[in-house]
């Protein structure tokens, strides 16, 4: 049974976001700056829009955390939004003296309409508040409670950007100078030649009111093998990851590992060898096309998951859609937008796969305390070394 829970609330021009986690052991060294780093990149990238400039996303911390640490209770998160001073007379909790004109303009590719025939709303704001990226936020704070957690652990977790639009990173770098390559660059990609014409695309797509998407890596460094299990299909790891990355806003792909270029390919090349390094007591590979995965269990070597990012829906060249109040056609509303957000999608792609792997590290090694934890993976790492 997973030990981590979490989720959040709130709407994007909302007063705030909220995130609860319950499951995060005692003990755990956490502070507001340890949030705020992951907060701010999420927030960065050419081809960001407006919104970034109006909000400075800060985490305060309303419970489970005391003196720096955390208590084992809940800890509850939540992030203020700077723009809803400009939106209370269309957002506001309390009722209003007139009801705020409704939208009832669908955007193609957004859950507007799937959203409002699902709910029985016919203000379609009341569906994309909620479906909003904003809400991502929270969900980068509670990947970076997490990212706390596994890199006590010896885990660490980044993401790079592969892919914008039909621009292609090349990267033959370790993973060490990718993750600081990809850090120190606007579009989280480790290839600056690629970055360069990442920037003149997207830069080209904005000129002609026009979005793009891409394709992000997240990598996990330092797992122990053993995490997930084979025996029941909603234990797999790999299908929990699966299921994390794909219900980001505008991933419409994930593949884990060689993925779908494993398909082409004979099984002679796509398999891992498998040796043993007597001095370390360690079983190794000398390739991972796998991406540390096998039986939907981590083998110990380093997990590659990727994921696809459509198109942001939201264009200014508006496509054609239907009032869903007079039925006549229309051209789809235009809220304001990115133009592209794939660096950002990476670094929520980083807090899915964090908390999916502290879930599946407290599952397996189920603790109350840091210490308690750090002594059960100590004693399974020495476990596994004597197999």
């Excluded at 502070?31 to 305060?60: C, F, H, N, P, T």
């Excluded at 991502?136 to 704070?141: V, Y």
């Excluded at 480790?190 to 009111?209: F, Y």
């Excluded at 390094?277 to 380093?302: V, Y």
Aim: hydrophobic share 40%.
């Amino acid at each position: 049974m997973a030990r981590l829970r979490w989720s959040t609330g709130g709407e994007s021009h909302g007063p705030g976001l909220t995130a609860m986690m319950e499951g995060v052991p005692a003990g755990l060294r956490l502070l507001a700056a340890d949030v705020d780093g992951d907060l701010g990149r999420r927030q960065r990238g050419y081809g960001r829009g407006g919104r970034m400039k109006i909000e400075q996303d800060r985490v305060s911390f309303l419970g489970g955390v005391r003196d720096g640490e955390t208590l084992g209770s809940p800890i509850v998160m939540a992030v203020s939004n700077r723009d809803y001073a400009n939106w209370v007379d269309r957002m506001s909790p309390e009722p209003l003296p007139s009801p705020p004109e409704a939208l009832t303009r669908p955007r193609p590719g957004h859950a507007d309409l799937a959203g409002g025939l699902k709910y029985d709303r016919r203000d379609l704001r009341d569906i994309l508040e909620r479906a909003s990226a904003r809400e991502t936020a929270c969900r980068t704070a509670v990947g970076a409670v997490c990212r706390r957690l596994l890199l006590e652990l010896g885990v660490e977790v980044f993401a790079h950007v592969l892919r914008i639009g039909d621009v292609v990173a090349h990267i033959e770098a370790d993973y060490a100078q990718v993750r600081d390559r990809a850090r120190a660059s606007d579009l989280a990609c480790a290839d600056a030649g690629a970055e360069a014409r990442m920037r003149e695309a997207i830069h080209a797509a904005s000129h002609d009111g026009d979005t793009l998407g891409g394709v992000v890596e997240v990598v996990a460094l330092g797992l122990p093998p053993g995490l997930g299990s084979h025996v029941q299909w909603d234990r797999k790891l790999d299908g929990r990851l699966a299921q994390a990355l794909m219900s980001i806003p505008a991933i419409k792909g994930v593949e884990i590992g060689d993925g779908f270029a494993a398909a082409t390919r004979r099984g002679s090349t796509v398999h891992d060898p498998i040796g043993y390094d007597a001095k370390s007591g360690r079983f190794t590979r000398p390739s991972n096309h796998a991406g540390g995965l096998e039986g939907g269990i981590t083998n110990g070597e380093p997990l590659v998951c990727r994921a696809a990012m459509k198109p942001i829906s939201t264009l200014r060249r508006a496509l054609p859609s239907v009032d869903v109040a007079t039925k006549e056609p229309f051209e789809a509303a235009f809220e304001r937008s990115d133009i592209c957000a794939v660096a950002a999608a990476g670094v929520v792609g980083e807090a899915m796969v964090l908390a999916t792997l502290a879930d599946a590290v407290l599952e397996k090694f189920g603790s109350d305390s840091m210490r308690e934890l750090l002594r059960n993976v100590t004693a399974y790492r020495e476990q596994v070394c004597q197999y």
